[in-house]
């Protein structure tokens, strides 16, 4: 199972970015995904998450500004950014709890991280 994430980059601060994290390989089915972050000197931390039935929690520190969102026939997570801040650079990595076929166990799987970066 792979994640891979698309979408980051450098924009302005109040500009916009969407990322993109599609898995593949061999799955069955997806459960939570999620996205995070980790600063430069910081731990990563959970910025939102949705469950396969699209409940969703956020950090509080960009609620009212990313959303999250999934389609679960692509096996793809969505982050869309809104109003950047400058303390929203960070690596963004995504992670999927993956059910994998033919009986394999769960798999807690991580993409390689995609670079924000906002500019004041």
């Known amino acids: 199972v792979q994640l891979q994430a698309f979408g980051g980059g450098l924009v302005q601060a109040g500009g916009s970015l969407r990322l993109s994290c599609v898995a593949s390989?061999?799955?069955?089915?997806?459960?939570?995904m999620g996205w995070y972050r980790q600063a430069p000197g910081k731990q990563r931390e959970l910025v939102a998450r949705?469950?396969?039935?699209?409940?969703?929690n956020y950090a509080d520190s960009v609620k009212g500004r990313f959303t999250i969102s999934r389609d679960n026939a692509k096996n793809t997570v969505y982050l869309q950014m809104n109003s950047l801040k400058p303390e929203d650079t960070a690596v963004y990595y995504c992670?999927?709890?993956?059910?994998?076929?033919?009986?394999?166990?769960?798999?807690?799987?991580w993409g390689q991280g995609t670079l924000v970066t906002v500019s004041s």
């Open positions: 992670n999927a709890d993956v059910k994998p076929r033919f009986g394999r166990p769960p798999v807690d799987s």
């Open positions: 949705i469950t396969s039935g699209g409940m969703t």
């Open positions: 390989g061999s799955i069955f089915s997806i459960n939570n």
